[in-house]
């Protein structure tokens, strides 16, 4: 265990984390544990004082809770495959996992970003080029350990509710994850990758686009994943197909009308490289312009939005990407938006401080002209700028029920920043 306070060296760069925007929070300690046995030590020891769970990888925008803070990282990426089952610890990365995974036929729905850690993205739920085949991360997950606020250990196995909230109830929100159990998948038989893409500066493009996309990608079958890009001056789609490319070609087809097709290449295996994305380092925003189940709930205001990303400068992008089907057929945890279609996020990247305050403007004005303050279905796991309301935009009133009377069990005295307990019956 590394005991950390302002004063010591390295301390700058442990509480800093993926997200350098997390640099502006001074935690009176942030402590280091490479095992459960520490992660015990560490909120035993710092009894009395509120918690705050954080990890090296992505992370999300760490909130200040004007209070003395003890921020606890667990560093372990204990990986063990085992015939058609994986065990993890948080800080494995998807990268290093779809590997492992690989090389034994097998496969996970993860993320799209190689650097991104398996515990974050399971414990909010876990979409990404998968999820339409294989459902979410979190459905995947058949048991998960934790030490709880009071140092604590609990395993899902003596308490399903444990199970019940890591399917999709957030990170860090009643305790340390130190491990989680899933179950794996036969790997895809092949992977057919299309890429269509152009410039441009006109929103009206993306509308007009936008119109043709939705129809034709919510035909698709399950074993097939679409993404629409925005980035300055720049559209962009993204096909895939898993196994037979059959199905999907007529897609591809109706799409190559509309935007002109860069590449269409076949691979024998789904493997990371073709995949999973990665980035460095910087000062980020990710955040949430909801689900929605149809085109005409999103394509209001589409074509301003994207009008502002188009004429934008640096890194920032607005995207939508097709859910359903296996989605759908999920069952369990507290991930409220099975019904989802799509998917729609806004990412904005910088190096330069400086540049902050301008980024986030811009992020603000898309939100605006998105309504997507106004929408009720939002993914944890992207939050907004602006936390009034998130909890129950991401979580519905059932499942915020269950999280709030998972929090009398695991965090009675509210240590950490999750959502406040409920004492009493579920």
């Known amino acids: 265990m590394t005991h950390l306070t302002p004063a010591d060296d390295g301390y700058a760069e442990a509480r800093q984390g993926f997200n350098l925007r997390n640099e502006a929070l001074r935690p009176d300690a942030v402590v280091v544990c490479r095992s459960e046995g520490e992660v015990i030590a560490a909120i035993r020891r710092a009894a009395g004082t509120r918690l705050r769970v954080a990890g090296r990888r992505h992370g999300l925008l760490r909130r200040s809770e004007g209070a003395p803070v003890v921020e606890i990282q667990l560093q372990t990426g204990v990986l063990r495959v085992e015939r058609d089952r994986l065990v993890v610890g948080p800080d494995a990365t998807l990268g290093q996992i779809s590997d492992a995974l690989l090389s034994e036929g097998r496969a996970l729905p993860l993320g799209d970003c190689a650097s991104v850690g398996i515990a974050g993205l399971t414990l909010g739920g876990g979409l990404g080029p998968m999820t339409r085949a294989l459902g979410l991360t979190c459905d995947s997950l058949e048991g998960a350990r934790m030490v709880d606020g009071r140092g604590l250990v609990r395993d899902s196995a003596d308490d399903p509710l444990l199970l019940e909230v890591c399917r999709g109830g957030g990170g860090g929100r009643f305790g340390v994850v130190t491990e989680l159990r899933f179950r794996t998948h036969p790997a895809p038989q092949g992977l057919t990758r299309w890429r269509f893409e152009r410039p441009t500066h006109d929103g009206e493009d993306v509308g007009a686009l936008a119109e043709l996309w939705y129809p034709q990608v919510d035909q698709l079958p399950d074993a097939a994943f679409s993404r629409l890009e925005v980035t300055p001056g720049r559209l962009a789609v993204t096909l895939l197909a898993y196994g037979d490319p059959t199905p999907v070609s007529p897609v591809a087809r109706a799409l190559a009308e509309a935007l002109p097709l860069v590449d269409a290449e076949r691979f024998d295996a789904a493997r990371p490289e073709h995949l999973l994305r990665d980035y460095a380092p910087s000062y980020l925003s990710k955040s949430s312009l909801g689900f929605h189940s149809s ?122 920043p999750g959502i406040a307990p409920q004492r009493g019956r579920p």
Request: glycine content about 12%; some cysteine; proline content about 4%.
């Open 295 to 416: 085109a005409g709930a999103r394509l209001s205001g589409l074509s301003a939005a994207a009008q502002e990303i188009l004429t934008a400068e640096g890194e920032i992008a607005l995207e939508v990407i097709t859910l359903g089907g296996a989605l759908a057929q999920g069952r369990g945890g507290v991930f409220a938006h099975r019904g989802a279609r799509f998917f729609a996020s806004l990412h904005a990247a910088w190096r330069d401080p400086l540049l902050g305050p301008a980024r986030l403007e811009r992020v603000a004005r898309v939100h605006h002209l998105l309504d997507a303050r106004g929408r009720a279905a939002h993914y944890c796991n992207f939050p907004h700028e602006d936390p009034e309301g998130w909890d129950e935009a991401c979580f519905g009133r059932a499942a915020f029920r269950r999280l709030r009377t998972a929090g009398a069990l695991f965090d009675p005295e509210h240590r950490l």
